[in-house]
């Protein structure tokens, strides 16, 4: 392994260790939240923010692939697409464990529980999609146009539709719609080292997920020819 | 001059194509039958499991959901033809000959269009009649079928092509619709909740028409990819 991959594995586990630790020793619990189910954005807010990042980042390289018809964008947006959903599935387990705190109840069919489980249901259908599509070359074809359509809907998903359903429980978003992030000044500095090591986690899986994906297409060619 | 001639070129042969649609599909009257029987029947099934509630003010803020989710299952019924119907019947590689992707797009989404008019002229005024409904606002009524039915239209349109090139269309049709359609349909509900209720929408109608419009765009930027190998 090289030193420089060394030293940046060495700085995301840093980061996220230290991040677990601030998180619980650091940090203040927030006002108007039970006892100190606050201490699960750390790891909630990281979880949602790298899932949407995977999610835009399909949709781009999505969009390359169809430009280009590169192989490696392709491996790019199923890889970041199959992270999204790992991630996505994690942010509403975290949700979950806080709501059941907070609202006494696992699931409360809040507009944002539904929208993220409606987000990961239309990417769970990219995978559907492409098992279901015989031919490799129509397979990223199409599955590129599907996550590339992602890119148009998910704002609807994640912004629109849960605003007009008008109840919700669920606290503001961290970054509101004044763009402002609206957290105490401990809080704040955890929560970005724990979405800063996050998102470089995310970064390591996705260039070794990258890697897998381009060995494997090899191996296949080569067992076929 | 000639990007106007270009045009009217483009204009007559998506016209070709939905006059083609239609024609073929007075032949068989597939999509239009199911499209028409899945309404009906999914209708009479709703009216008679609600019974006497239906007509009650407690059913009142619930009936717009039954009436979209009515409009939405019959779609995936009948829409995913457009596409499906020319690969089955291997028309598509001549239709592939026959003029540009953004003029095929334009065509198939005329016939989608026309469609699900056809389906909310049949099934709204009888579900309205079933169930007492009378909206306060007329209009906003009318403009929300219009522009959701639009969205419905649009989106189908481009996951009908999709799926059509893949294995076990009509559920994979559904499958990638449906997620895909849900802000639609909540934006649908709110506004002729609003309609009928005659108080202020917590949604803008044009809202909807962002909607519509990105989704029309998406589908006119991704089609050539879809459609040509």
Redesign the interface.
């Known amino acids: 392994m090289k030193p420089t991959t060394l030293l940046a594995l060495g700085a995301i586990w840093l980061s996220i260790t230290l991040a677990i630790f601030l998180a619980f020793l650091y940090a203040p619990p927030a006002k108007n939240f039970i006892g100190e189910s606050s201490r699960i954005l750390f790891f909630h807010v990281p979880m949602a923010w790298v899932s949407s990042l995977a999610f835009i980042l399909a949709g781009v390289a999505s969009v390359r692939y ?1 430009r280009t018809r590169d192989v490696r964008f392709d491996h790019q947006a199923r890889s970041a697409v199959g992270l999204g959903l790992i991630f996505g599935v994690l942010a509403t387990v975290t949700g979950s464990l806080w709501a059941r705190v907070m609202w006494n109840s696992y699931w409360n069919w809040d507009p944002r529980q539904s929208s993220i489980i ?2 990961l ?2 990417y769970l ?1 990219y995978f ?2 492409r098992s ?3 031919e490799v ?2 397979r990223r ?2 599955a ?3 996550a ?2 992602g890119l ?2 998910a704002p ?2 994640f912004y ?2 849960p605003r ?3 109840f919700t429980l669920h606290p503001e978003p961290i970054l509101n719609a004044n763009l402002k992030v609206e957290v105490e000044s401990r809080m704040r500095q955890v929560l970005l080292l724990s979405s800063l090591g996050f998102t470089a986690f995310f970064v390591w899986l996705h260039i070794l997920n990258c890697r897998l994906l381009t060995l494997l297409e090899a191996r296949d060619a080569k067992s076929l020819s | 001059m000639s990007s106007r001639s270009d045009f009217l070129d483009f204009l007559a042969r998506s016209g070709a194509v939905l006059a083609k649609d239609w024609r073929t599909e007075l032949r068989s009257r597939y999509a239009l039958n199911s499209l028409a029987l899945f309404a009906f029947s999914t209708l009479v099934t709703v009216s008679m499991a609600l019974g006497p509630v239906g007509s009650s003010p407690l059913a009142q803020p619930l009936l717009p959901v039954i009436l979209w989710l009515i409009l939405l299952f019959a779609a995936t019924a009948g829409l995913p033809r457009t596409f499906v119907g020319e690969e089955e019947t291997h028309t598509a590689i001549a239709l592939r000959l026959a003029g540009p992707p953004e003029a095929v797009f334009a065509g198939k989404l005329g016939f989608a269009l026309s469609l699900t008019f056809a389906l909310e002229i049949l099934v709204v005024p009888l579900f309205l009649a079933m169930t007492d409904l009378s909206p306060k606002d007329p209009g906003l009524f009318v403009a929300t079928l219009a522009a959701c039915g639009f969205g419905l239209a649009a989106g189908s349109t481009l996951v009908a092509a999709m799926v059509a090139q893949a294995r076990g269309k009509g559920t994979l049709f559904a499958v990638l619709l449906l997620p895909m359609l849900v802000p639609l349909l909540v934006m649908a509900v709110a506004l002729t909740r609003a309609a009928v209720s005659g108080e202020p929408p917590v949604v803008e109608i044009t809202q909807v028409l962002l909607y519509d419009g990105m989704v029309t765009i998406g589908g006119f930027l991704l089609f050539p990819a879809v459609w040509n190998p």
């Open positions: 169809l409606l987000a249901t239309f259908a559907g999609f279901a599509v015989e070359e129509a074809r199409l590129a146009a599907y590339a359509l148009i809907v609807f998903l629109i539709a007009i359903a008008g």
